[in-house]
């Protein structure tokens, strides 16, 4: 690179290797660059492997191509920049390289074709198998929650949850749907979103992996002030145990098991623990010193419950809109804690935010 720039003839093919030789080297670091990151959390459904390969895929491809025309950018600012003395001069005439511009049009396009097809594919794939009578999951969204139904095993009404509760190793047809506006029932460890629509139910299937565990379930659809609470968790969990959770919902009771986050039984729920749990996400819109929250789309609770009484407290859990502290808008909390949570969660929460508010 310490010739003289500007030169013509022979020096442009020896300015063209340098120029690949550079191209190849900073691809294959940025390649491995790519692919070294994490960009996903951790992988938890069959169709999702699928989707990771092709994303990679997808970064091999790309990383060249912007390598290529970054390259290209800075060697011609450095090679044909001006020079004093020519602020007054036009640069050579140019003509078309119709060679050059068939090479430009064609490989962009047959890369496209080539990148559409396979993505093409993985999608049709994970479409396809939706049929294969897996287990159904109906998912609803409203402002600012998802609440889960369950087929009751016992021939009764739907089970209502509002954690996910899957078997491990299982395909699950989920039935997204809306009560209010848009939202998008997302599991990013399972790679797959759906838009929840009002008036109409949207579907995808997820297979489970045979790992159990716990999972975001997020909303991706701007929804309102709430959105970014609108996280929940998926539990994937062993078959039996999965089979005791559901009969004991439908027997009416059990509440939430397998998370480490609350007594799974007893009765005797520890309000702190269902207020800060991930679940509920009370904390998460609602500063409580106590709990150590500090989140602000709600009122404050030390203000606003102070001296409130335990009836008081219970209808602000299970009809938020009855009373809104000014300065806050109705309709952001969300009005179905009655039936996502248990009586027993309900009662334990009531005891112990009269215990902090007194
Ligand atoms: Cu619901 Cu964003």
């Known amino acids: 690179m310490d010739e003289e720039p500007g030169g013509a003839g022979g020096d442009d093919r020896g300015h063209l290797w340098q120029l690949l030789a550079i191209g190849a080297v900073a691809s294959a670091i940025g390649i491995a660059l790519a692919l070294a990151?994490?960009?996903?959390?951790t992988l938890a459904s069959e169709e999702g492997a699928k989707i990771d390969t092709l994303y990679d895929v997808l970064l091999i491809v790309s990383v060249p191509v912007f390598v290529l025309v970054v390259v290209v950018v800075l060697y011609c600012v450095w090679r044909f920049r001006m020079?004093?003395?020519?602020?007054?001069?036009?640069?050579?005439p140019m003509h078309g390289n119709t060679r050059l511009e068939i090479l430009w049009t064609a490989l962009?396009?047959?890369?496209?074709?080539?990148l559409c097809t396979y993505a093409y594919v993985v999608l049709d794939d994970i479409e396809d198998a939706k049929g294969e009578a897996p287990m159904n999951v109906r998912v609803v969204g409203e402002q600012f929650a998802w609440t889960f139904f369950y087929e009751n095993p016992d021939g009764g009404e739907e089970i209502s949850s509002n954690r996910l509760y899957l078997p491990v190793d299982t395909s699950v047809l989920f039935h997204v749907q809306s009560k209010d506006v848009?939202?998008?029932f997302y599991v990013p460890?399972?790679?797959?979103?759906?838009?929840?629509?009002?008036?109409?139910?949207t579907n995808f299937k997820a297979t489970t992996t045979d790992e159990p565990g716990v999972y975001d379930v997020v909303c991706a659809?701007?929804?309102?002030?709430?959105?970014?609470?609108m996280r929940q968790t998926a539990n994937v969990m062993p078959q039996a145990?999965?089979?005791?959770?559901?009969?004991e919902q439908a027997a009416g009771g059990g509440g939430p098991v397998g998370t480490g986050e609350e007594p799974a039984e007893g009765g005797g729920a520890d309000g702190?623990?269902?207020f800060t749990s991930t679940e509920t996400g009370c904390g998460q819109c609602h500063t409580l010193e106590d709990a150590g929250t500090g989140g602000t789309v709600g009122p404050d609770l030390g203000e606003s419950l102070a001296g409130k009484d335990e009836a008081y407290i219970r209808r602000a859990i299970v009809d938020p809109n009855a009373d809104v502290p000014s300065g806050f808008q109705p309709g952001i909390m969300p009005g179905n804690y009655e039936d996502t949570l248990t009586p027993e969660e309900v009662d334990a929460l009531v005891t112990y935010l009269a215990g902090v508010s007194e």
């Open 189 to 201: 460890a399972f790679r797959l979103k759906i838009d929840a629509v009002p008036g109409i139910t």
């Open 182 to 184: 848009l939202h998008d």
């Open 37 to 41: 990151i994490d960009w996903w959390p």
């Open 221 to 229: 659809e701007l929804c309102g002030l709430g959105h970014a609470v």
């Open 272 to 274: 702190k623990a269902v």
């Open 108 to 114: 962009p396009a047959v890369l496209l074709v080539a």
């Open 83 to 92: 020079r004093p003395g020519q602020e007054n001069l036009d640069g050579p």
């Open 241 to 247: 145990e999965y089979d005791r959770w559901l009969s």
